[in-house]
């Protein structure tokens, strides 16, 4: 072949043994090494540097990304003296504000400290819950698990399908390996789960990804925001505040600002926090546990803007107070003027925080009938949604013409049941509630037996209890089926609360029997 | 096999591991069989085809060395013609004609009815056709003596890094580098892998994060305003690039891993001063290809201007059914023959690309380049459109010149990317330009890029040239 002619094509390089310019290449190893050796470092530190990063957006955001995170934020941090309640489910489990029972746990005056977490994976079945449990309960510890499921949960078998990416990305990568290999057909994805037990950086790519994105977004906000200083923001012409809000004070300042604080507001939250501040500067902090008036002393405080922000809003909807679909904060006694409010919030680089409320609420304002028209018209609108939710309608109505059997996750949840009880976690397994719009099936023989194999699980074993809600809220309060709207989510915080507090008093107790017996 | 898979992580360390350690005899065995099992990975059965493919050339190649008279080597020449273009026939273009038959008949008022036959189109048939084409013929016309070896004419036509998606090399020059690979030298690597890290940068990166756009608006154009319309046309024209060069940089990247050079098969295209130097830019070895194989063979421009003209006609309305089964692609083959042809008419062919010294001439390749890009922004509406109803919804809703706010920075940006990489490329005329950055700009660079695709990498969208 050497008598072959020179190729006539191809690059210039094409016959040459040498680029021409490679005598002005950067030595190779110092280019190529440092690449593999920085990503192994940061793939093995990962765990220490990545979840201290705060998460700036909701959970809907990324649905996955606040699971890993929530998860991570449990692992290794029980304190002996806190109670340690864990929520965890798929969306509808949405139905449960954390921070909501939190703080009505704390108004109602338990002894000790409370943590309640939520983990919240839409789409997730028992028997994923089972394999994130089986890998996690030793370093989570909670007191206290409460699985808030919906019979939508049980319809489609986890391990009978092939996984969603979505799901996969927060369940441990070996665990599910080894119980659903058979049920992963696809070469590729045992690859991935292969590829994510090794890798951090892998495993977590999705996380990786939405951080740099939001820290990239918060950073073209905060280019773009002024720092608030240009006047007033955040409250109503009748008076009423956003959770954030701040008013100009004049020169000189009154003598005390004077706000008011709603009785709903303490009975859907328990407790208020409100952070003042004059220009950016911390003033003081209240923490409000009766309703009324309150005063803040401004003495010694020259003009400027005043910052207030509360740690919750409330709800007047929510509070039976009528239509009034806002979510507040204090009462003023008079609204500024105006002209006063035209000033934006400033830059806050995490933006949503725990206390705000999921802004879910698809079926706009409409109660009653409007609500169930508003309902039927979205049913039909042609869109992704509607046809996802005519296919539960249509899953969830054949369930009267089935005969119950405990298999499947039903048995994923008792053997889950099972294994928390067994490690001295009490067990709150709650039922969400059913919208009253879909008729027929809850009074099935099918639904019976259902809500009965709760029963039983919770007869058979005294740390394990059982709320059933299904018929809890009106249509309006749900978005859907099954997924409750913030009103409904605020109405439920104080249903949950009370059975916390029985539970942790019963452990209480135990705990106590127990050491007396020592 | 896709470059941007998880699998190709996995596969090509353990390919490099494995030619690494084995002498010049194993070495060819193991890249033969790994381009088998990269081939395979898709459809196995498409195997046989490829195997067949390479067995009928190469029987044939040998046959017309060892035959003295020219009939005996012509009929073999014929024969392996039709057997490669019928299998390509088949595969790639049954259903087309014979639709297009139908629509005929139908049309004229006769009654016939369309055969109902699912062809699945086996990956990359259009490129290692080519490819086995052009050394029986290279073979036909003595420019080259017939390979001895059937497991090195194997992987000529199997080559993975270049199977799928080209870039189609000549047998002259990739078979003297399978029977004697280079050394893989520090040059090779640095090369090998900068490539691949710029290739993986404008797919993984660059492209596929413009297909979640440009796909519906192509597949149903009626339902965007015009400046939808005229954003998704220009983030087309760069998304098309991007996925295409990527691959070509990714095969050559991997293959200089293996000690095998590959051509070049793009050089800065967006950077032409017209349309005839885009192509001599864009493609490289197919417009190359067609030429050596296509036009000159019909007698390029020695017969006269109006068979020129003909001549170049022909050979884009080919290379344009080469792309794909449809009449849109022959349109936009048509569409370019027509601005070569015009450019060859004005005399713009024949001047040679401006190397601006003073201002005027900055300003006058500013024009030309910009003028030439948008031209070729109108062929990429034509190329993507399904049908002609939806080319007709293209355009006229680009017509009606609504919500051209719309078209937005976006285009711009994304150039930007684009130019980031091409400009210094070009003005050093050197594709590994970037290797003479200093090392610690170069090692935080690429490990930058390289984590944005560990992220951003779960897409896994094809590239858009398996299609042809």
Redesign the interface.
């Known amino acids: 072949?050497s008598?072959?002619?020179?190729?006539?094509?191809?690059?210039r390089?094409?016959?040459e043994?040498?680029?021409?310019?490679?005598d002005?290449?950067?030595?190779?190893?110092?280019?190529?090494l440092?690449?593999p050796l920085?990503?192994v470092v940061l793939d093995v530190s990962f765990n220490a540097w990545f979840w201290r990063l705060p998460k700036l957006t909701g959970s809907a955001a990324d649905y996955s990304y606040q699971y890993l995170y929530d998860l991570a934020h449990l692992r290794g941090t029980k304190q002996a003296d806190v109670a340690r309640i864990v929520v965890f489910g798929s969306s509808v489990s949405s139905a449960f504000d954390p921070y909501q029972v939190r703080g009505l746990l704390a108004a109602r005056g338990i002894a000790g400290p409370v943590e309640v977490s939520r983990l919240t994976k839409p789409g997730s079945k028992p028997s994923d819950h089972r394999l994130v449990w089986h890998a996690e309960l030793d370093a989570v510890q909670p007191d206290v698990a409460v699985f808030v499921f919906n019979l939508v949960d049980f319809l489609n078998p986890s391990f009978e399908r092939n996984l969603k990416?979505d799901i996969r990305a927060v369940l441990p990568p070996w665990q599910t390996l080894r119980e659903r290999w058979r049920y992963i057909p696809d070469?590729?994805e045992r690859?991935?789960l292969v590829?994510a037990g090794v890798s951090n950086?892998?495993r977590y790519?999705?996380p990786?990804?939405s951080a740099?994105e939001d820290n990239a977004k918060a950073l073209y906000r905060w280019l773009r925001s002024d720092d608030g200083s240009g006047g007033g923001y955040g409250w109503f012409e009748d008076g009423f505040t956003r959770d954030r809000f701040a008013v100009p004070l004049p020169d000189p300042p009154p003598a005390a600002f004077e706000y008011f604080v709603h009785p709903a507001w303490l009975q859907q939250r328990g407790t208020v926090r409100l952070s003042f501040a004059v220009d950016g500067r911390p003033l003081a902090t209240r923490d409000i546990t009766s309703p009324g008036w309150k005063s803040l002393p401004l003495e010694g405080v020259g003009p400027g803007l005043l910052q207030i922000t509360a740690d919750s809003t409330w709800s007047p909807r929510a509070a039976g107070l009528g239509d009034d679909t806002r979510l507040l904060g204090v009462r003023l006694r008079a609204a500024p003027a105006a002209s006063l409010n035209h000033g934006q919030a400033p830059f806050r680089y995490v933006q949503r925080l725990p206390a705000d409320v999921d802004d879910f609420l698809r079926m706009g304002y409409a109660r009653g009938n409007a609500y169930a028209d508003t309902w039927q018209a979205t049913l039909q609108d042609g869109s992704e949604f509607s046809r996802r939710f005519r296919l539960y309608r249509d899953v969830k109505l054949a369930t009267r013409e089935r005969r119950f059997e405990p298999t499947g996750e039903f048995a994923e949840l008792r053997a889950l049941v099972g294994e928390l009880t067994a490690a001295g976690v009490s067990v709150v397994l709650i039922n969400t509630p059913e919208s009253p719009l879909l008729e027929g099936v809850t009074d099935s023989d099918f639904y019976r037996a259902y809500l009965q194999f709760f029963r039983d699980l919770a007869h058979d074993d005294s740390r394990v209890r059982f709320v059933d809600l299904h018929d809890a809220l009106p249509a309006e309060d749900l978005n859907d089926w099954h997924h409750v709207n913030y009103f409904g989510q605020i109405k439920l915080g104080p249903v949950f609360a009370p059975v916390l507090e029985e539970e942790l008093a019963r452990r209480k107790v135990t705990a106590g029997k127990a050491a007396d017996a020592l | 096999m896709l470059f941007n898979s998880l699998t190709f992580c996995i596969f090509l360390p353990v390919v490099l591991l494995l030619v690494g350690r084995a002498g010049l005899n194993r070495r060819n065995w193991i890249l033969l069989a790994a381009s088998y099992v990269f081939y395979g990975a898709w459809d196995w059965r498409f195997l046989a085809l490829l195997m067949g493919s390479t067995v009928v050339d190469y029987t044939v190649a040998r046959l017309m060395d060892a035959a003295d008279d020219s009939p005996r080597r012509k009929t073999l020449l014929v024969i392996s013609m039709v057997t490669n273009l019928s299998v390509l026939g088949f595969f790639k273009y049954f259903n087309f004609f014979i639709g297009s038959a139908v629509s005929l008949v139908q049309s004229l008022g006769g009654e016939i009815n369309r055969p109902a036959l699912q062809i699945i189109l086996p990956v990359g048939i259009s490129f290692y056709t080519l490819q086995a084409m052009s050394y029986t013929i290279d073979v036909y016309w003595r420019r080259m003596p017939a390979i001895q070896s059937l497991r090195d004419f194997a992987l000529y036509v199997a080559y993975f890094p270049q199977l799928v998606a080209g870039p189609i090399e000549r047998a002259t020059a990739l078979l003297p580098q399978i029977q004697s690979p280079g050394r893989v030298t520090p040059e090779r690597i640095n090369i090998g892998l900068m490539l691949m890290i710029v290739g993986f940068t404008k797919k993984m990166l660059i492209a596929d994060s413009i297909a979640n756009i440009t796909g519906p608006v192509y597949s149903n154009p009626a339902a965007f305003t015009a400046g939808e319309l005229i954003q998704a046309a220009y983030l087309y024209t760069f998304q098309i690039y991007c996925d295409f060069s990527g691959y070509s940089d990714i095969a050559r990247g991997v293959s200089e891993l293996l000690g095998i050079r590959l051509m070049q098969n793009f050089q800065q295209p967006y950077l032409s001063q017209s349309v005839t130097e885009f192509w001599r830019r864009w493609h490289i070895s197919l417009s190359s290809w067609l030429r050596d194989y296509l036009y000159i063979p019909l007698g390029g421009s020695r017969r006269g201007e109006v068979r020129t003209y003909v001549n170049v006609l022909l050979t884009w309305l080919i290379c344009g059914l080469w792309h794909g089964a449809a009449w849109t692609f022959v349109v936009w083959g048509g569409l370019n023959g027509v601005y070569i042809a015009i450019e060859r008419f004005f005399g713009i062919a024949r001047t040679p690309p401006v190397t601006p010294r003073s201002p005027g001439q900055w300003a006058k390749r500013v024009v030309a380049t910009v003028l030439t890009f948008h031209l070729i922004v109108v062929t990429f509406i034509v190329f993507p459109s399904p049908t002609f109803t939806d080319l007709w919804h293209y355009l006229t809703g680009i017509a009606v010149l609504d919500n051209l706010s719309a078209v937005g920075m976006l285009p711009l940006l994304v150039g930007a990317a684009v130019f980031l990489i091409d400009i210094p490329q070009n003005a050093a005329n050197d594709d590994t330009v970037f290797l003479r950055l200093p090392w610690w700009l170069q090692s935080p660079l690429y490990a930058g890029l390289v984590f944005a695709m560990l992220l951003y990498g779960e897409r896994e969208v094809p590239f858009i040239y398996f299609q042809f």
């Open positions: 072949m008598s072959l002619p020179p190729p006539s094509v191809g690059d390089f094409a016959a043994t040498r680029p021409p310019f490679a002005r290449y950067a030595t190779w190893w110092k280019v190529w440092p690449i920085l990503l990416p070469m590729r690859l991935a590829t950086l892998y790519r999705q990786i990804q740099v």
